[in-house]
T-cell receptor, first 111, second 115 residues
């Protein structure tokens, strides 16, 4: 089965509302990263967060290792937040580390 | 800011034809990656490289070859393109491997349609 599961699959907000995106993983966590994919397609790294809580502007990432989950909180959403949010789990392999991505949460913020 | 440039931005190929996707980074990063993204799937790793003239298989390498002629350049080659290879392809680079504190920098992607 899929090692990284994201929820919800999609989310529609009115501008100003908050959002909580979830990422659950079935394997042991080495590190977790969150990415934002613009509607045009390019990806931008938001957080590297193996544990605990990190803040960046209106974004907060919280990773709870024991519960094998990570969340991304977006406060006071703006239309420019629209896009896809991807989480990625770092996995150790025989030929090095790699990231295993979730399918993503598609966020649409309406004006 | 790190820069990863992919070319072409989009391409239409015929089944059985050869396709080469190019990636160039100006970050002086050791690691480079090729991912594909399909609807309903997350990004999946095809090939990666941590040094020039050497490449490693990722999770889904079948049907693809990779070439790293220099630190800056990393190509993905489809010798015999197939319909199932229609997808968006992303190149990325990082200073080290996918480990703690190593951010990945992505290109804008190449939309490949195989007809």
């Amino acid at each position: 089965g899929q090692q990284v599961q994201q929820s919800p699959a999609s989310l529609v907000l009115q501008e100003g509302e908050n959002a909580e995106l979830q990422c659950n993983f079935s394997t042991s966590l080495n590190s977790m990263q969150w990415f934002y994919q613009r509607p045009g397609g390019s990806l931008v790294s938001l957080f590297y967060n193996p544990s605990g809580t990190k803040h960046s502007g209106r974004l907060t990432s919280t990773t709870v290792i024991k519960e094998r989950r990570s969340s991304l909180h977006i406060s006071s959403s703006q239309t420019t937040d629209s896009g896809t949010y991807l989480c990625a789990l770092e996995s150790y392999g025989s030929s090095g580390n790699k990231l295993i991505f979730g399918i993503g949460t598609l966020l649409s913020v309406k004006p | 800011e790190a820069a990863v440039t992919q070319s072409p931005r989009s391409k239409v190929a015929v089944t059985g034809g050869k396709v080469t996707l190019s990636c160039h980074q100006t970050n002086n990063h050791d690691y480079m990656y090729w991912y594909r993204q399909d609807t309903g799937h997350g990004l999946r790793l095809i090939h990666y490289s941590y040094v020039a003239d050497s490449t490693e298989k990722g999770d889904i390498p079948d049907g693809y070859k990779a070439s790293r002629p220099s630190q800056e350049n990393f190509s993905l080659i489809l010798e015999l393109a197939s319909l199932s290879q229609t997808a968006v392809y992303f190149c990325a680079s990082s200073e080290g491997g996918a480990r703690a504190n190593e951010r990945l920098f992505f290109g804008h992607g190449t939309k490949l349609s195989v007809l």
